[in-house]
């Protein structure tokens, strides 16, 4: 199995890691999970964390062949329209989109003109599909729980979990987002920790359990299989679904969770403007 080349990209912001996936025979990459900053405070956006990527893409030469969203991010925007402009590459996220979309739409009530078939994307993944990266095949294990639509990229031996997994000592995403599911995401678990125990896990948050002092963000199916705070060790669903859910009644929203979800089901794309050229979001009063 080829062993693909990952660099990562903290942002501290938001606890994000986002990635360059590379073929080590080629110069063919892929993006996974890209950051738009954003400050809520003063309503603006910022390329930062992106640029950062795009410089490494062009210091290095690489062909960005695709720009992956393991789902639809409520804790920071989507870079990836902002980095096909600048370096190619097709946007693709599972096809449970629609139903976020559907979710969302009416949420923030956003009317027929907003499309809720996916149709923003250029690729919607389901479970099997099959993708490539120069010489390196991908392959999608749908992973719902923490959302509907949330996807597993597989490319060789590297799985991509977003926030399905995190570190061992930090355990598993929460489940009471709409059409989240602890049931569904240990289930979902299980499927990632069918693959072989060499496989590296590469997980799309860390916020520095208690005692480690340096973010992390790699670890390994074995070591989520022996380790894990939430689910290693054999835990039962009905010993990980209590868990989670008494964990779950006692989290906040996230901060950016109201702008991320209108631009991310839209794949990073704000809303339209108004006559004037100006853009805004909407805050849905006791909504969410």
Known sequence: MIKPDVKAFFDTATFT????????GSKSCAVVDSVLDFDYSSGRTDTKSADEV????QEHGLEVEWILESHVHADHL???PYIQERVGGKIGIGDRIQVVQDTFGKIFNEGTEFQRDGSQFDKLFKEGDTFSVGALEGKV???PGHTPACLTYVIGDAAFVGDTLFM??????RCDFP??????????IQKILTLPDETRIFVGHDYKAPGRDEYAWETS???????NIHIGGGKSEAEFVKMRTERDATLAMPKLIIPSLQVNMRAGQMPPAD????TYLKVPVNGL
């Open 17 to 24: 890691v986002s990635y360059v996936v590379k073929d080590p």
């Open 78 to 80: 989507s870079a990836a």
């Open 168 to 173: 061992p000592d930090f355990g598993t995403a």
């Open 221 to 227: 199916v074995a070591e989520e299989k022996a380790r």
């Open 54 to 57: 795009i410089a490494y893409v």
């Open 141 to 143: 294990l749908h992973t």
């Open 179 to 188: 059409g989240g599911s602890a049931e569904t995401l240990y289930s979902s």
């Open 275 to 278: 006559d004037e050229g100006k």
